[in-house]
T-cell receptor, first 112, second 114 residues
């Protein structure tokens, strides 16, 4: 158990819908990362937050957004969902920006 | 931008065989290097790390040395077990514009047979 929690574990929704994925980092970790993992694209870095502020963006689509709240939990919002958004979404946290990351168990999103 | 290249899998070995998974990187800065492991149905777990040139990271019999001259961080284990079957990711964290951007390789699947 990494100490990072993600909810829900599974999510099935239809194209065009909007979903919110939630992540609680390890106690004491200030940095949160979001990743998308699919068979064809591998593990893609989406976005990084540090102590409530966005610090880096990766391959995140405009339809996707995220935020980190004052209690340091984070949410990833995915809207206008397409079939190709079906993937595993991981959250990770670290103490500082350059440190090793601790990954949650992931949310499996299926868009039908 | 930064990139990490890993050997493609799957790598299939018999138990007690020697393992090498190659990893090379390109980075604009002076990155920290990591190996993560992902077991089926789970998230990634840190296996080992190295933060400067010639550092050797080690854990659970696995080791990797940060080679700046060859921009490599190859993962090795002297004697693999069936329980080592998993996907292994090489990664780096490089400073860029006031933050640290994580970059992961595509992963190498390891299958160990009894």
């Amino acid at each position: 158990d990494s100490g990072v929690t993600q909810t829900p574990k599974h999510l099935i929704t239809a194209t065009g819908q909007r979903v919110t994925l939630r992540c609680s980092p390890r106690s004491g970790d200030l940095s949160v990362y979001w990743y998308q993992q699919s068979l064809d694209q591998g593990l893609q870095f989406l976005i990084q937050y540090y102590n409530g502020e966005e610090r880096a963006k990766g391959n995140i689509l405009e339809r996707f957004s995220a935020q980190q709240f004052p209690d340091l939990h984070s949410e990833l919002n995915l809207s206008s969902l397409e079939l190709g958004d079906s993937a595993l979404y991981f959250c990770a946290s670290s103490v500082e920006l350059s440190d090793e990351q601790y990954f949650g168990p992931g949310t499996r999103l299926t868009v039908t | 931008g930064d990139s990490v290249t890993q050997m493609e899998g799957p790598v299939t070995l018999s138990e007690e065989a020697f393992l090498t998974i190659n990893c090379t990187y390109t980075a604009t800065g002076y990155p920290s290097l990591f190996w993560y492991v992902q077991y089926p149905g789970e998230g990634l777990q840190l296996l080992l790390k190295a933060t400067k040139a010639d550092d050797k990271g080690s854990n659970k019999g696995f080791e990797a040395t940060y080679r700046k001259e060859t921009t490599s961080f190859h993962l090795e284990k002297g004697s693999v077990q069936v329980s080592d079957s998993a996907v292994y990711f090489c990664a780096l964290s490089d400073r860029s514009g006031g933050s640290y951007i994580p970059t992961f390789g595509r992963g190498t699947s390891l299958i160990v047979h009894p």
